[in-house]
């Protein structure tokens, strides 16, 4: 089976005006670039987003806050992003913050096919209102159901054509949990293998949770804030 897509512009083609997408990454690093790129450039609307944070304002997902291609964000951190800031403020943006933990829970259970689970994060903030609350063992706890989408776009650093995937270092963040929590997962990877190139034992993601997978180019590989040291 070959899952290999000739380019992000053929990957994004697959979704529509309304879809809900979640994408890997942790500020900038891990990001996939290439399908955001692809997804700006094609200029599909109404989209809600599921990710740790917004990008900043000229580059990852910040560049769809600033067409007007997101209607919703579902994320844990959105500081770096002066423009998710005038958008929310100005009512233009639907947001939904969730503590870190708890995101990468929620997407984990949604992955898992679990129904929701108890945690203690949030119990008596504004976050828990709405939610079914339970005291165990005398800890008060929060009801959190899980996260699912429609879509997950995933970066990898080497991926073999049946999808099988790996990922380096702090870019694995997001990325894992995310494959297996979307109905379709497409994934773009710096190297594109063989299958039988990657050891086994070496696989994050097995190939049977991504249905698509395309060598992406040209990775900028930002950073959000460069901090040097005066010696």
Not at 6 to 16: C, F, L
Not at 127 to 139: F, H, P, Q, Y
Not at 148 to 156: E, I, L, N, S, Y
Not at 208 to 230: C, D, M, N, P, S
């Amino acid at each position: 089976m070959n899952k290999v897509l000739a380019s992000a512009e053929e990957a994004v083609e697959r979704i529509p005006d309304g879809a809900t997408i979640m994408m890997g990454g942790f500020g900038l690093c891990g990001i996939p670039e290439t399908l955001i790129a692809a997804l700006h450039a094609r200029g599909t609307k109404g989209l809600t987003v599921i990710s740790n944070n917004a990008g900043i304002d000229d580059f990852g997902i910040g560049v769809l806050l600033k067409a007007r291609q997101v209607r919703k964000m579902i994320a844990t951190y959105v500081g770096e992003n002066k423009e998710f800031e005038r958008q929310y403020l100005s009512g233009e943006l639907e947001v939904e913050l969730v503590p870190q933990g708890t995101f990468a829970e929620r997407i984990r259970a949604g992955g898992a096919g679990i129904g929701g689970f108890f945690t203690p994060t949030a119990f008596g903030t504004l976050v828990a209102e709405g939610k079914e609350t339970r005291l165990i063992d005398g800890t008060p706890y929060v009801l959190e159901k899980p996260l699912t989408a429609d879509f997950a776009f995933v970066k990898g650093w080497k991926g073999d054509r049946l999808g099988n995937l790996v990922y380096r270092k702090t870019a694995r963040n997001f990325n894992p949990v995310m494959a297996p929590a979307a109905g379709v997962t497409i994934a773009e990877v710096e190297q594109l293998l063989e299958p039988g190139t990657i050891d086994p034992e070496q696989v994050v993601t097995p190939g049977i949770f991504v249905r698509y997978v395309l060598q992406g180019a040209h990775y900028e590989r930002r950073i959000e804030k460069r901090t040097v040291r005066r010696d």
